[in-house]
């Protein structure tokens, strides 16, 4: 029954992964996914556990590195677009530093990264992601969908 669930609850994020709510104006927009790749990274190498992913050096060195080595259009590398913008896709969370609370309703206020680092605390994962990120195999899959679905000619 247990594996099950945890099969279920790949499922339902390699779903969600699959249909991330991307800017396609100018081409598929690889900001949120160079980020998700980021995260799960960050996982994976032990520099995070928590369900609270802050906006830390490691991670923005991650998120460059891997725009770096992945993405080949003319898209500009912003790191603060994409942390913002999961919000929109149902399992990531905001919150806000004190003080700032109302500020997460402007997202022209959050383009920029001294903005964003400036107003939000962190952000919170759902609790089933938070499992397989934290699960080595599980973690794996769901980086290689993404290189795969978002990156497959790398």
């Known amino acids: 029954m247990r594996k099950s669930f945890a099969g279920f609850r790949l499922q339902k994020y390699l779903r969600a992964f699959e249909k991330l709510r991307i800017d396609r104006a100018h081409g598929i927009a690889p900001h949120k996914p160079i980020l ?80 964003l680092n400036a107003a939000v605390d962190f952000a919170v994962t759902d609790e089933d992601l938070l499992a397989l990120m934290n699960d080595k195999k599980s973690n794996g899959i769901l980086q290689q969908f993404l290189l795969d679905k978002y990156f497959p000619e790398t």
Not at 46 to 59: D, F, K, T
Not at 64 to 77: A, F
Not at 92 to 104: A, C, D, Q
């Open 36 to 115: 998700l790749l980021s995260i799960l990274q960050t996982f994976q190498i032990g520099i995070n556990n928590s369900q609270r992913i802050y906006i830390s050096p490691e991670l923005v060195a991650l998120f460059k590195s891997n725009w770096s080595l992945l993405v080949i259009s003319n898209h500009d590398c912003r790191f603060a677009l994409p942390f913002y913008h999961l919000t929109s896709d149902k399992f990531w969370k905001l919150i806000p530093k004190p003080g700032f609370e109302n500020i997460l309703q402007l997202s022209a206020s959050l383009r920029s990264f001294a903005n």
